[in-house]
């Protein structure tokens, strides 16, 4: 399912950026997604009605998402004739991922072993920016106490680790096989 809705989000990503109109899908979709989440989706409702024609299931389309831009209802259209509403959160994941792409956006989550300042948090970020040429970080951070001192950031597929944790684990390696 994760690669039907990588195509749907591929798609509609195309379409934005060739029409011009990313920021306004993107805002829309936002809040669809903002919207589902914190109503709790029964979309797959929709999807698992065998009562409900096509025309019927675009038509509830149409209705709950009445005013949005005009390629977005084209593209929930399509998944609900396909019955794949259940899918658009995982679809909002990631035509985001592709907008974020696109702007030189991405997450990173900071793991310190106590809670971080703003101003720590400000510094580590823009080092981040500066390493990885990205040109922002939304950035989450969470404490464990486990790596002793130190963070450990991880932005997309990469982490940065220097925990006090890490390097002494990578001292004991050394250790063990140097005997």
């Known amino acids: 399912m994760a690669q039907v809705a990588q195509k749907y989000a591929q ?35 929709i999807d698992l009605e065998p009562k409900l024609t096509l025309d019927e299931r675009q038509s509830l389309v149409s209705n709950v998402f009445n005013g949005v831009h005009p390629y977005l209802m084209n593209t929930l259209k399509i998944m609900a004739s396909h019955r794949n509403l ?17 702007h030189g956006l991405d997450d990173a989550f900071i793991v ?22 990205l040109k922002d970080l939304k950035v989450q951070t969470s404490v464990d106490t486990s790596l002793i001192g130190g963070v450990k950031v991880k932005i997309g597929t990469k982490v940065y680790d220097g925990s006090v944790q890490n390097d002494l684990e990578q001292l004991a390696r050394k250790f063990s096989s140097a005997h």
């Open 11 to 45: 798609a509609l990503f195309d379409v934005a950026i060739k029409a011009e109109v990313l920021s306004e899908i993107y805002h829309d979709f936002t809040e669809i997604n903002t919207s589902i989440q914190s109503e709790g989706s029964k979309l797959h409702v």
């Open 86 to 102: 259940s899918l658009l959160g995982d679809v909002f994941k990631a035509f985001e991922k592709h907008y974020n792409e696109f």
């Open 112 to 133: 310190s072993a106590r809670p971080l300042s703003e101003a720590e948090v400000e510094h580590i970020k823009e080092a981040l920016v500066q390493r990885t040429g």
